[in-house]
């Protein structure tokens, strides 16, 4: 069996793809880290399109996956509502926007299914800026029911980075804070680097950061955020940088799960 | 832009991803019929693998929205509880069960932001033979919101098989009902025809298909199905079958869709 | 003590009416097999009333009790949402729609109540085609708590029905299937032979039966469905063919607790 | 037609039974009021059955129902969780309990389909002393949503009885409280009156009421309140007692309505 | 450290304020009796504050914990719907309800977290008509978790007031039942002895008890209760009143929990 | 009217405590901005008592509510669950951790409370780091119910500190983010200036900031973080830096809000 999408498959026939697998191979796995890719569907400005959160979980997932022996969940392709100073927010087309309880009761199932299947490791790998409370009710749920049976961890692509990698990403224009990195640098540069063929030219015009409000403001409002739906400049984004982010983040979650795996 | 994974972009860029395009190119299609693909992550013997119904919905959706010039929306990768009658039930590893809120919830919720964003006519389009229930109940509580300005269909790729084309289909034995067409002829064509890479030869050796009790069962047991999670003979699948299936589905939803836009 | 009504009461005083029976009386029958009979509140047609799913639920639980010497609860009055090609809908006056959540905690309350008073085998009797799903999620859900503790079963009055009976049945006719078999020729048979003084003569003319849609769709209209509610023909229903089904079915169901008893 | 168990049928063929009328004539009645009996499924102490709530639910609106040519719904068979100084508590076998939110539910689910079939008056007739608040929480939160366009309105049946009439009933001993009045003189009163049949004697020996803890106490504990579930004394319980009970409520609950009504 | 507000600091430092506590001595009290007062935020009346309830929780919760050696959490600020006829309902600006399953879940809430901190013994002190049920079905589905591990008490204000004490207050009206004392003789004189610097003067003139009607109705209408929100009169009310109502019931509850710690 | 813990009463009798105004003063106000505190109970270290998020959250609202004529409704004492890098976490007694979903409802509950009163614009003015998306989600649900009739805001009290003012505050070390200023100086500081009576004495001694996990982690663990609870130094905390803290976010909200009321 081959899936020709699967850029990760050894000699051995082993694999992370948990969707390619029979339901015997997934059962030999059990005692591997299984990670689920929570993405969403978010407009991403004019040059990506509206899966770049779900390509960036499932991308990362997997080379994560790879590097520890561990077996990639199917991604959830929708996520909790955008907020216009994290993701352009509700006015948006294409921002399709879960409820909080819909989201959390999602992963507290999924949870749930994978340690009836023996699972014991599980990490919730998100690229959504809004998505994480929600996985973390539903970790703190489920948490309570097993207890020490079972480890959860939940990251965000961007939390492993260090000053270091920082800096070099941010070399023309200072980080906006993570929030504010919307269809900015470092997703269009992931997405340069992952997959190319997503990616609009031009680049949109560098902009200056939008200033966002100090609270959050109901009801929303055309005009609160840039027409364009990039919260930060996306200019000096490269595949190079991309690259670099992937590495490094990998190379830091794939040491921290090997870690745990002692 | 081009997505490598799509066989369907015209020379005019017209394509039905709603995930590969930006916000902007989504916005200009919300007269266009919408279609949610739904599948699951569950056993399928030990041929298939574990994302049959999610390939399924996805390769019917793409099609009929390349067609009728519709939105392909992202999939829904995880349904409602497989049952042991039809789909081997929840002790087989790699059957990733929601509860039915769960499932209810999510479609509400997918339902509500399409109508936000402005579309106006949505199929659900489903693979896994448990999930419509839940997805009926969603789409009774939409509908009762938005009345005569929503128009929502949901209907399984099998609804719509002609007894000539089952004819065609079940040449060389008896057609199980379709509770018990679970990785048997019908899902392996699919397969062969749509995904071959995926299927695992040689093909499960014939056998008779299991015999449902007549009434549900808690707790569930071992031995009550068969062990391979085959319930209808696979045997005498082909991608010629795959195809014939295909073909039949998508015309008359096609034709039954066309009408519904005069 | 005797209630009028209660036509299986015997000589040692032993009944199935748990609505009959003080605290005492019931505490002394946790052994025995709890059957609770789910019906609706739903239209059927012109002929017959609207209790006629909850009438059946009824008289079918009450023999199958008294031939295992099981207890049956007070009946479900009210059950899940019509549909207009298994029910004809919400659009008919009374008929009276659960939504399924409802329905679901219901049947959840009930099993864990049961379960707090000593019953260990519960079979709930459904008579209404919609319910299925939802009893079927309580079930699991409570099954999910109890374990082996706790054998549940569920099973609509049709399920058991032999293929021999059903050609004595359908002698005039063809069989259109469950879903279309509403206020038809079963239901029709079955009231006139469990509650003739309900039954309105003359029943509806011959009809061909409804040809449904092959997919749900919303809003339901008026005009889907014939204006009388009748599915299918009811013509060349009679009381005997209405013994023909209860004494098959009951005897079946028997047969199957009888042997779980063992 | 003609429902042998029905009292009250005129010579004209109105009669108040929802349930055995057709939806034709059920839907020729919405101008009239509609009563909703709710009862339970509760211990009664060892002279009473478990469905006395339900029959006194059933036996007034009946009566009820026949008086202001209204209509009455199928029973509620089941009630809210019986607590020890009202009901006996959940250590009886045959207590029921639903949780309040299930109870709630199911209630707001009925007032929104009587609605939609044109109902504009409904009267929620509890004859269980611990359903009253979610009873109350379900209308409320229905009479949200519909404002003037609907009138509802709960009654025990205890709340209509005056001093007078309750100087006669307790004319041996003192009045407990509704509260204790359990399976005592009202109910047994009622039930030799409504139902003969279903009352086991000797009545039980007189005895104090129970001395109610003046505070809600958990975990409930066997001994609280005597063994046999009887909380005040039912001797002195006749069916002319009953009679009188039931001749002024109903009066007073008629005479109401038909102010309604002008 | 020293609250100022704190009447009830012992010499050694002990006091029943858990907010005024570090965690480190709330930590060393868990074997205590932990007291949460529950109140409102509700009208009441033209010489009354909207803070009524809950002070009057405290205020009583204060008292009590101080006498035993408990533990008093923050109070809950705002309680279920009020109802006319025993708060004024709710078309009085200033009446804020919550729906009861919110408040249920937030006294489960509190519950779990308290018996996570050791607690065993917890005191639901209300001081808000309403709250009782929804207060109560949280204890119930509690106490199905904690079983005997866990004793939980509610009580209202009232509940322990004897006769004699009651007709030392009524001396002057006779006493309407607690759901008419409102905004009436024993919250005022409550009020004027706890907080006498939120008391309006004069006293609203006396006035008849309101008349209740003996059923809920819905909507609620302006008119159904006199229009300053007193539902009885508060005339002839007394600080001394207010202390010989505190007194005695602050006496019976030290009592009643005195014999639980035994 | 005077209430002694209130120093904000104007010589007119204005104040903004709504728990201390009859109905009616309340009902005059309904042109103003109502502001809700929103708080927790959890511990903050050796020397913060559980009360500091509800009491920041009351001095600033009641500040910000003297300044611009508004109103301050009582405040929420308990909140969402604390996190081991932001609060702690769960295994610190003393830490009420309610579930997302009851915050959530509560908030909808009082924004629909309030809307139903006549209040246009509400603030809900945070201090417990992580209630913040529960609150959001509160609002977003509300703000799709009243559109443009109702304006919401949320803040934090952190949210307004410019970086002028920040480098005054931490002049002796630097700033470790607001997740980790927790029991810290910031907080302190404002317990000192709000509260002296209520901070303990000495100050824990400098320690470095916790070094926060760059992931989330289930089960919480002893030994994550400090057993002291304070997860950054204290040290140089003053009272004059809670004023400077004070009067900035003051100053700032008002003239967020005045610009509002234009």
Known sequence: MKDKTDKTIKS?????????MTWKEYASRSEDILIIPIGSTEQHGPHLPLCVDTVLAEEFSLRI???IHGVMAPPLNYGYKSKPFS???PLFP??????????QLLVQDLIDEFVRDGFRRILLFNAHYENEPFIVEAMDLCSGKYGNELRLWCTNWWDPLSGNVMNLIFDEVPFPGWALEHAAITETSLMMYFKPELVRYPLPAPTEPVKPAFCYKYPVEQGDIPSTGVLSTA?????AKGKLIADHVIK????YLEEKKK
């Open 65 to 67: 996956a790879d590097q």
């Open 12 to 20: 051995d026939g082993i694999h992370p793809y948990m969707k390619s």
């Open 235 to 239: 200019a000096s984004s490269s595949a």
């Open 252 to 255: 830091n979650i794939v040491n």
């Open 94 to 103: 294409g921002t399709i926007d879960l409820n909080g309880l819909t989201l």
């Open 87 to 89: 993701g352009g927010g």
